[in-house]
Every structure is written in C-alpha cells, then in structure tokens.
C-alpha cells in the first residue's frame, strides 16, 4: 500500500521494557521525522533523518533512539520504557526537495504507547 | 512564552458561520503549516504557505511573514468541520518545527 504506514497502532508495555515503533513509507521521501503528542503540549520532534545512516536529535530526544538503514523505514526505540513515554507518537515524512519547513508533511496515523 | 500560540484553544460554532482561527509565531520565518486532526486521531496538512493566501475548497489560509501571523478561515462551517487544527513553524536552518496546542473546532448541526 502506498504511503506511510505506523505500527503498531496500539501498545501497552511496562516501564523498563524495550519497545519499538515502526515507520515505513513508500515514496522514497528523503525526510523522516517521529513527534509525541501529549495533552496540554504540541506535537514535539523526537528524532529526525535527512537520509538513510543520517539521523539527529529534536526537541526531546532524551529515552529514544532511532536508525535508518532503510530510507523507507524509521524505526524508533525506547531502551527503557518509563510512565513519562505515555504518548502518541506520530511519524512523518516530507520529500527530497527541500527541508522539512518549505515542503508539505505526510503523517502516519499514530502509535498510541501506554507504559505502566 | 510558547514559540507557536494559538487562539482560541476551543471554538464552538453553528453550522455556516464563518470561523477564523489564529496562529502567532515566534520562530522560523520560511513557511508555517496548518494541519488537521481528525477526531479519530489522523494528521493532515492543510496547507503550507509562506506569503500571502490559499484556498482550497472553504478553507482560506493567510500570513503576515512581517508580523508572523496567519489565519485559517473556514467558510460556511459544517458538522464535518469538527477537528482539532493546528499551525506549525519551521525553525530556521534545521529541520524541526514548533507546533501550536491546536485549536478544538467542533460545528454543530
């Protein structure tokens, strides 16, 4: 299926558990990006990737890591889970053309992460 | 202060009214970003501009880059206007962005 794919959709795990949340898209976008939602604050950038093996911290990148091998796959990992991770977290992509903020964004529709 | 304010954080309308959200930035000056959430939780965007006015169906979206405001007007509102929209900012020479605290608009019928 063309576009950008999250998975899961869904997860509950407990604090100090390793979790992984994939991203896949299909248009070879060069730019790829994991935000967390929250209640009371905007979307906030994780992690970013300008290309495959390129990759850089964002706002709150503390508790994640992140690879790219793959340009059409993101994967972001919390080592570590904790109860502040609760989040839904949102990948994104943009094309090769430019950076993120002169060209359009496509989303995921989101990983909801509940850490007990 | 935030780098991306939004106004107002709620917004109850009848169906038609004219609504007009509002977005004040402090970084970035290339472009800013309006998205949409859906209630089920989706994010599109809207619009991306960085002078002047689009239009897209009953959506208008304008910028003042001088006094880094921009409005997104929705005309003849509609029940399936309800969402939570949301003005972004790039933040100049990296690839973040700053996202305002969006705005509940729900239309009643």
């Known amino acids: 299926d063309a576009g950008i794919t999250q998975s899961p959709r869904y997860k509950i795990t407990e604090t100090g558990r390793q979790v992984t949340l994939m991203c896949h898209q299909t248009?070879?976008?060069?730019?790829m990006f994991w935000y967390r939602q929250d209640l009371g604050h905007g979307l906030r950038l994780i992690y970013y990737s300008a290309a495959a093996d390129i990759t850089d911290k964002g706002e709150v990148p503390d508790g994640y890591v992140v690879s790219r091998s793959k340009t059409e796959n993101f994967p972001l990992t919390l080592e570590s889970a904790t109860r502040s991770q609760t989040s839904v977290y949102f990948c994104?992509?943009?094309?090769?053309?430019?950076?993120?903020?002169?060209?359009?964004?496509?989303f995921g529709a989101g990983s909801r992460l509940t850490v007990l | 202060k935030n780098e991306v304010e939004q106004s107002p954080q709620n917004l109850t309308a009848q169906e038609g009214e004219f609504i007009t959200i509002n977005c004040s930035y402090s970084?970035?000056?290339?472009?800013l970003h309006w998205l949409q959430q859906h209630p089920g939780g989706g994010i599109v965007s809207l619009f991306m501009l960085s002078s002047g006015k689009k239009k897209h169906g009953r959506l208008i979206a304008t910028i003042n880059i001088q006094e880094k405001h921009s409005s997104l007007h929705i005309t003849a509102s509609h029940p399936r206007d309800s969402a939570v929209y949301i003005c972004?900012?790039?933040?100049?020479?990296?690839?973040?962005?700053?996202f305002g605290a969006g705005t509940r608009l729900t239309v009643k019928p």
């Open positions: 970084v970035g000056i290339s472009a």
């Open positions: 994104a992509s943009t094309s090769t053309s430019g950076v993120a903020g002169a060209n359009v964004l496509t």
């Open positions: 972004a900012a790039p933040v100049e020479d990296n690839n973040d962005m700053r």
């Open positions: 248009w070879s976008h060069s730019y």
